[in-house]
């Protein structure tokens, strides 16, 4: 059965904002980890950031200052706000959940920033 299930990728010029979302099933959001990876054609997948169950987050260089990763537990969901975003952001995004119960990923969601 589908473990995560992510939305918010799209088309964005530079300087742009997006907000992705991935919501869980409650047994691996409440158990692991949550993060969000990226791709971009020709280069390996990459950690953007990622939140612990208690609420700890680590953010690649890249990103810091300028993408927030947040949960929110009544809803098995984690976010990732975008800002400032910049034509290196392109990628497919694809939100993971890692820990006890397993290493799942989502289908991934298509992030284009136009210059």
């Known amino acids: 059965q589908v473990q995560l299930v992510e939305s918010g990728g799209g088309l964005v010029q530079v300087g742009g904002s997006l907000r992705l979302s991935c919501q869980a099933s409650l047994r691996i959001f409440r158990l692991n980890a949550m993060g969000w990876h990226r791709q971009a054609p020709g280069n390996e997948r990459e950690l953007v950031a990622a939140i612990s169950r208690e609420g700890s987050t680590n953010y690649a260089h890249s990103v810091e200052g300028r993408f927030t990763i947040s949960r929110d537990n009544a809803k098995n969901t984690v976010y990732l706000q975008m800002n400032s975003l910049k034509p290196e952001d392109t990628a497919v995004y694809y939100c993971?959940?890692?820990?006890?119960?397993?290493?799942?990923w989502g289908q991934g969601t298509q992030v284009t920033v136009s210059s």
């Open positions: 993971n959940s890692n820990g006890p119960v397993g290493n799942y």
